[in-house]
């Protein structure tokens, strides 16, 4: 079980940062449809096949310029 909504954490990470999802798609060298693919699918179904529930914490990067 994923204790965390990843897709609206991204979502409102991008949002903080003033970034929408296709350039954060673009940042990591992908597709906007398969950054909310990788995230709500693979990723969650990966840790849970393995037996794992999923809590995710968020610590913003003191020194991250705005192009990283």
Same mark, same amino acid.
């Given at each position: 079980?994923?204790?965390?909504?990843?897709?609206?954490?991204?979502?409102?990470?991008?949002?903080?940062?003033?970034?929408? #999802?296709? #350039?954060?798609?673009?940042?990591?060298?992908?597709?906007?449809?398969?950054?909310?693919? @990788? @995230?709500?699918?693979?990723?969650? #179904?990966?840790? /849970?096949?393995?037996?794992?529930? @999923?809590?995710?914490?968020?610590?913003?990067?003191?020194?991250?310029?705005? /192009?990283?």
């Amino acid at each position: 079980m994923i204790k965390n909504n990843i897709e609206l954490d991204v979502k409102v990470k991008c949002i903080e940062n003033s970034v929408t #999802q296709a #350039q954060l798609a673009e940042r990591v060298g992908t597709s906007s449809p398969y950054v909310n693919r @990788i @995230i709500n699918k693979t990723f969650v #179904q990966m840790l /849970e096949a393995l037996g794992y529930d @999923i809590e995710l914490t968020y610590i913003k990067k003191e020194n991250l310029r705005k /192009e990283d």
